[in-house]
């Protein structure tokens, strides 16, 4: 199994990035995706869920309204469309994948991992 994260960079702060996870060796369509983030000194935290169907999503309030979680099962690949950015939106981004029909909020309770990548917002 592997989860590819890639679209990381450097932007400046009121831009917008869209970073990817590209998946391989499991059955995209039937798992659900999420999205977190470590920024330096802190724990990792959720960002974004995507259920199985793409039919539900789920942000955390810090990103509400600025984030758009999308999937796209052609091509085994979840997005996060990050727009507004500000500062303290800087960490690595990683994507995991959750053996379920519905998603959760916390890291442990998903079954792989990306490899992350990290993301600048510079002020």
């Known amino acids: 199994v592997q989860l590819q994260a890639s679209g990381g960079g450097l932007v400046q702060a009121g831009g917008a990035l869209r970073v990817s996870c590209a998946a391989s060796?499991?059955?995209?369509?039937?798992?659900?995706m999420g999205w977190f983030r470590q920024a330096p000194g802190k724990e990792r935290a959720f960002v974004a869920a995507?259920?199985?169907?793409?039919?539900?999503?789920y942000y955390a309030d810090s990103v509400k309204g600025r984030f758009t979680i999308s999937r796209d099962d052609a091509k085994n690949t979840v997005y996060l469309q990050m727009d507004s950015l500000k500062p303290e939106d800087t960490a690595v981004y990683y994507c995991?994948?959750?053996?379920?029909?519905?998603?959760?909020?916390?890291?442990?309770?998903?079954?792989?991992w990306g490899q992350g990548t990290l993301v600048t917002v510079s002020s």
């Open positions: 995991a994948a959750r053996r379920s029909t519905t998603f959760r909020t916390t890291w442990s309770e998903y079954n792989y």
């Open positions: 060796g499991i059955t995209f369509s039937t798992y659900s």
């Open positions: 995507i259920s199985w169907d793409g039919g539900s999503t």
